[in-house]
């Protein structure tokens, strides 16, 4: 079984850009949640995608957003772009069910940096 | 509110030893479940054992095992027979069941393990 990817790897962008990162989950998981981590601030949780609609959301600004499409992918977006915004992606996917177990399985992650 | 806290950042250990990386918590759900994951150089975090809040046994996963102390809100892992693979960062991390069915993990901020040979 093929395990979580999210595309792409590595990405250089700059202040005020906008970028897209792409996580395909685990076939058959429906719930997909993307966390950020940075030095300084740890792993924190962005927001989760069960069955196309936004579960859970962390606390981001609106410069974060995200999807999700009807085969699970979710995508991840980032509008006008900040140096704060360097930092590695994870997304993490899972079946979505019921009960605090729901392990989650999570990708290499996309590390951005922006100049 | 909900808060992992990982007093450890560094740590060694000798190989074939055992470690203890701590862990404490702060929930006030009855219902949650206590998660350790690796994150090796690479970036990938690895899952590596479960508790949840109602298990009257400690687990185990092979070389791992999680010291379960409800009272005292901790949650530590041990490591046996250290090998030079474990050397990365280990976070511990909480879901409650107040979230529902949600993928909200809060991590700690983790402890380094580096296994000397």
């Known amino acids: 079984k093929a395990g979580v990817t999210q595309t792409p790897r590595y990405l250089i962008k700059t202040r005020g850009q906008q970028v897209t990162l792409s996580c395909s989950p685990i076939?058959?998981?429906?719930?997909v949640s993307w966390y950020q981590q940075t030095p300084g601030q740890g792993l924190q949780f962005l927001f989760e995608?069960?069955?196309?609609?936004?579960?859970n959301k962390g606390n981001f600004p609106g410069r974060f957003s995200g999807r999700q499409f009807s085969n699970s992918r979710s995508e991840m977006n980032v509008s006008t772009l900040e140096l704060g915004d360097s930092a590695l992606y994870l997304c993490?996917?899972?079946?979505?069910?019921?009960?605090?177990?729901?392990?989650?399985?999570f990708g290499p992650g996309t590390r951005l940096t922006v100049l | 509110a909900q808060k992992i806290t990982q007093t450890q950042p560094g740590m060694f250990v000798q190989e074939k030893e055992a470690v203890t990386l701590d862990c404490t918590y702060d929930?006030?759900?009855?219902?949650?479940?206590l998660f350790w994951y690796k994150q090796p150089s690479s970036g990938e975090m690895i899952f590596l054992i479960y508790?949840?809040?109602?298990?009257?046994q400690n687990a185990t996963e092979g070389r791992y095992s999680l010291n379960f102390q409800k009272a005292r809100k901790s949650a530590n892992l041990v490591i046996s027979a250290s090998q030079l693979g474990d050397s990365a960062m280990y976070f511990c991390?909480?879901?409650?069941?107040?979230?529902?069915?949600?993928?909200?993990?809060?991590f700690g901020q983790g402890t380094t393990l580096q296994v000397k040979p």
């Open positions: 993490a996917s899972s079946l979505g069910g019921a009960g605090v177990y729901n392990e989650q399985f």
């Open positions: 076939s058959g998981h429906r719930s």
């Open positions: 995608y069960f069955s196309e609609t936004q579960r």
């Open positions: 929930t006030s759900d009855q219902s949650y479940g």
């Open positions: 508790q949840g809040s109602y298990d009257e």
């Open positions: 991390a909480m879901r409650e069941y107040l979230s529902g069915n949600t993928g909200k993990l809060i």
